[in-house]
């Protein structure tokens, strides 16, 4: 193989990690910057710790600490650790950041050896070049942090850090202890934040001066900080968005924010009262021709009825962080809101997902629709009776994911899509073994993982068990938190849960069994999901899979709201009209153990054999 050298040239015009459209912008020449952001990451500023966030526009607060990386390298050589959340991620931001920054930058890369050369001394964990080395390491490893006296410490989307590293404390107080034997040190903290009296970068950003980038008005000239609650747009064209200047009124369109971020400044609220800078920017402030003002309305648009996704909008797009409610869920108020389903799927669901519990005696399972949006239909609950270690429960759970669900649209009958089954208890092989014949079905076996930043469905599966199966570690705690912010809504639509008439006041107890509590470790905060007292709570943990499941189909393409448009082309069947919600009398009716239920189909003894035939030939009959 070879290359063109022209090849290579236009290689090296390609930004890493920038939207394409910046594709089109080309460097015509390279001045002095003369940005305080940036200044103050020069290692010749006279400050020692610097702060960069709460949500620099996002994105790109990563970029200014490679870029200031890439100037370590070349011009001040010295040991630098960079610090993930995780070593997994690190490796990844290793092979998908750094090596490529190197790759196309002629100095550093004449300085970083070519890892294929023997004693190279480049790694993916760690980089050597004249003068110094970069470390690269995961908060989650206390040895990563322990490793060696560092001058620069960059740490990168430092809110997905857990609290403790290996038992030995806050990972920031590990990595910042390093520093200490320098007095030249640098330390650059960025993050996207998450959730308010949680957040690390806020609480450093509070204490830091806290720069705000102030810009004029075109026309009245006046400064002010960008805020969303001054976006305006025509009803019903949020693409047309455009900001009203606080001061006068003024329409300021999106195109006018060049000439605005030019003649802008910083202006530090608390000046002097810290050594720490600080800088805050949303993405209000992204460069016209990158996210418009249209763009982020469009967005907040599509999530701002859904507090999950609204959340994360908060998060990243206006970098600040999200506020919870701190009302309690109460089980007897969603029971009162129960609905008639009919004896076919509601014409908004587009697919089911199954979620699996396993206990020591049953199997316990939820079957949901999921529609438009993400709005959920609790389909089917089943308990099934028997010990997991022998296979007539595992025979009625496979004849019950076998099943054929008519839909009031004149489509074909829907089957469960995925199912997401538990093996982190007591019949872990058991159920491997039936998720191990059936992963060609999407039946797959998950771990629920707690702690906060934790994805609802991991990039990869894990294979370190017993059986060598690849599971799933699903964050459960995002999806709870997913799961309590959509109960809380009051109205059909984006995120909103509807359960079916007969589901019983039992399966609510357990579906709000738990709730979030914080409790300090090393003087700092963490956030738990308990138990309320000692009410049982495998409702909720089957809806947790069975969403889990539905993330594990968006991780391999599955765009919901596409197949939404699709199924609505199709006409309902006669007879069915489009439902209206029924309210049932709120009543309370006393909890009773769940009935045993007969599957409605033959066992058959082979199931630990090999895949079953309808699904082999794909007839599904
Ligand atoms: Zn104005």
């Known amino acids: 193989m070879f290359r063109l050298s022209r090849k290579i040239e236009r290689m090296r015009s390609i930004e890493v990690g920038r939207p394409s459209r910046s594709k089109r912008r080309r460097i015509v020449a390279i001045r002095p910057v003369d940005s305080v952001a940036v200044r103050c990451i020069s290692v010749d500023s006279p400050n020692h710790l610097y702060l960069c966030g709460k949500g620099w526009i996002p994105t790109h607060n990563t970029e200014a600490g490679l870029c200031w990386l890439g100037y370590v390298i070349h011009q001040a050589p010295g040991p630098m650790l960079l610090v993930q959340p995780t070593v997994e991620t690190a490796k990844r931001h290793s092979k998908q950041r750094i090596d490529p920054l190197i790759e196309i930058s002629a100095v550093l890369k004449d300085l970083v050896k070519d890892p294929r050369s023997r004693d190279s001394g480049n790694t993916i964990l760690g980089k050597e070049f004249p003068g110094g080395v970069l470390i690269l390491t995961g908060a989650n490893s206390a040895v990563g942090l322990r490793s060696m006296p560092i001058r620069y410490l960059f740490m990168d989307e430092i809110d997905g850090y857990p609290g403790d590293a290996d038992g030995e404390g806050d990972p920031v107080a590990l990595a910042t202890q390093r520093t200490v034997t320098f007095a030249n040190r640098k330390i650059l903290m960025v993050s996207t934040p998450t959730i308010k009296g949680f957040s690390r970068i806020e609480a450093a950003y509070q204490e830091s001066d806290r720069r705000r980038y102030w810009v004029p008005c075109p026309a009245c000239q006046a400064l002010q900080v960008l805020e969303w609650k001054q976006m305006r747009w025509p009803e019903g064209d949020r693409e047309q968005a455009f900001y009203e200047c606080i001061h006068c009124g003024f329409p300021i369109q999106d195109y006018q924010k060049g000439w605005m971020l030019a003649h802008g400044q910083w202006i530090a609220e608390n000046p002097g009262g810290s ?27 599509q999530v701002y009825r859904d507090p999950s996704r609204l959340k994360v909008w908060v998060n990243t797009k206006l970098g600040e962080t999200w506020e919870e409610s701190a009302e309690q869920l109460d089980g007897e108020g969603l029971m009162a809101r129960r609905e008639m389903f009919g004896p076919l799927l509601p014409p908004g669901i587009v697919l089911l997902t199954a979620g699996v519990d396993v206990q020591d005696d049953r199997l316990e399972l939820e079957i949901v ?164 007292s000692h009410e049982r709570n495998e409702a909720l943990d089957c809806r947790v899979y069975a969403m889990a499941a539905l993330h594990g189909l968006m991780g391999m393409g599955l765009q919901l709201n596409k197949e939404a448009d699709q199924r609505e082309q199709y006409p309902l069947k006669e007879g069915v009209a489009l439902p209206e919600v029924v309210v049932a009398a709120p009543k309370i009716i006393e909890p009773k153990k769940p009935k045993v239920i007969v599957p409605d189909k033959p066992r058959q003894s082979s199931w630990l054999g090999p895949l079953r035939d309808r699904w082999l030939d794909g007839r599904r009959k």
């Open 275 to 301: 050594k720490v800078a600080g800088f805050h920017l949303s993405s209000l402030y992204s460069p016209h021709g990158w996210t418009s003002w249209g763009d982020i309305a469009l967005e907040h648009g």
């Open 369 to 532: 629709g999921w529609g438009r949006d993400e709005e959920s239909w609790s389909v089917a609950y089943w308990v099934l009776w028997g010990d997991p270690a022998g296979p007539a429960v595992w025979q009625d759970l496979e004849n019950l994911l076998y099943r054929a669900y008519p839909h009031a649209r004149q489509v074909s009958d829907l089957y469960v899509r995925a199912a997401a089954i538990d093996t982190g208890g007591h019949r872990s092989m058991e159920a491997y073994t039936f998720c191990r014949a059936r992963q060609e079905r999407r039946i797959w076996a998950i771990k629920g993982l707690g702690g906060m930043g934790k994805p609802i469905w991991p990039r990869r599966s894990s294979r370190n068990n017993k059986g060598r199966v690849p599971h799933f570690m699903v964050g459960v705690d995002a999806a709870k938190e997913s799961i309590y912010s959509r109960l809380r809504l009051k109205e059909p639509g984006p995120g909103y849960c509807h359960f079916p008439l007969d589901r019983d006041a039992e399966w609510f107890r357990q579906l709000t069994a738990e709730k979030i509590t914080t409790r300090y470790s090393k003087g700092r905060p963490i956030r738990e999901w308990v138990k309320k």
